[in-house]
């Protein structure tokens, strides 16, 4: 893959890889087209691809079947397991392949009953939401604020919340003011560039904890109160004031996690995170999925399937 538009996809034959020690292969059946996708195939991250010869395979998401297990793995996955992963992508290694290899720790078990193309929803997105949350360090009963509530990530930020105890706000167009009350959200407000506003007229003095999915950065920083905490998904930092603990949530940090990924699944096996899958796709017609994502207003992810 070069840089350009969703037409710089096309489909490649790379060497057949095989698990070392400590390491799984999985046979990837379907992998979740993310926005992180479309950045490494347009060139936003073009400086850190450099140190890897090309081509470039992006994906995070991947499901399937273990089909290769190296000496040493102790997680007790095996051979024939459905399994789902995060992938941090670094050169031709991404989840947009039939196999990849990886440590043996970035696999878990798929949740019963849900097929490959669910399953590759939750991991990286799942992730990122799990990190905001143990970023923003909230306790049971205080508030929290979800922009972007209607995508996989903020979806995901409303139903873990809820599931620990917090009362949330989040942010919904119209059209999608059921789906987001539907996740758990406690009360909806109208989003927007001017969405501060509307959260302050249900929190005065501010909400104790803020996800901005919708990547609002400075306009929502009024929602927080004093002393409150911030996280962001795209690196940014707020000046520093009234105290606010401002972090950046980024999910390659959680790469090899089994643990908290391993959570996941059975939070969705107990119901209380819902996978959402709007689409699915033949690898030829990846770039299609990319244009669709770009153009903004898909729900639930876009699937790419082997």
Partial sequence: MVHGGPEALEIVDLPEVHAGPGQVRVRIYAAAVNPTDTMARNGSRAEQQKVDPPPYVPGMDAAGIVDEVGDGVSTGVRVGDAVMAMV????????????????????????AGTTHVEACTLPMNGLTARQSLDLLDLSPGQTLAVTGAAGAYGGYVVQLAKAEGLTVIADASEVDHALVAALGADIVVRRGNDVATRILEHFPHGVDGLADGAVLNEKVIPTVRDGGAFTSVRGFVGAPQRGITFTVTSVRTYDGDFEKLDRLRQLVESRALTLRVAATYPPERVGEAHRRLEAGGTRGRLVMTF
Wanted: net charge positive; hydrophobic share 40%.
């Fill in 88 to 111: 941090v992508p670094k050169g031709s290694h991404g989840a947009y392949r039939e196999q990849v290899v990886l440590q043996a720790r970035a696999v878990v078990p798929a949740p």
